[in-house]
């Protein structure tokens, strides 16, 4: 089970009731309907997680997304459900990236394990 505790350094501006972990693997989210790379996932949590993109995503977007995954997490090669971009910044440090938060909308349940068990596998 997951136990996420309250980082010390966590802002108060942080209305997030899970924490993110920084994600320590390589994984690509696509657009599921157009097949384009929207980025690459960089912190996650069961709830969500936030990806670089070269792109600008609108906030409040909802979107069919795919992850490509690994036979480590699953027996599937890819996994497919609904998350709504809720924020979206320019990097600090790269200015042509934006970090962008999404928020999982609608998963199914083994799509769910999947996903909790990258958390638990990638996530520091």
């Known amino acids: 089970m997951f ?3 309250k980082p010390k350094n966590q802002k108060p501006s942080d209305k997030r009731s899970t924490p993110r972990r920084k994600f320590s693997y390589y994984m690509c989210v696509t657009d599921d309907e157009t097949d384009e790379i929207l980025g690459q996932l960089t912190d996650i949590n069961p709830l969500g997680f ?3 993109s070269r792109k600008a995503i609108p906030i409040g977007k909802g979107y069919r997304l795919r992850m490509e995954l690994t036979s480590e997490v699953s027996d599937q090669l890819y996994m497919v459900f ?3 971009c809720k924020w979206s910044a320019p990097d600090q440090l790269e200015p042509n990236v934006n970090n962008v938060g999404f928020e999982i909308v609608k998963i199914a349940p083994h799509e769910a394990e999947i996903f909790k068990n990258i958390v638990e596998r990638y996530g520091e």
Do not use: E, P, V
């Open 50 to 52: 936030r990806i670089d």
């Open 3 to 5: 136990n996420f505790l």
């Open 82 to 84: 609904l998350a709504r």
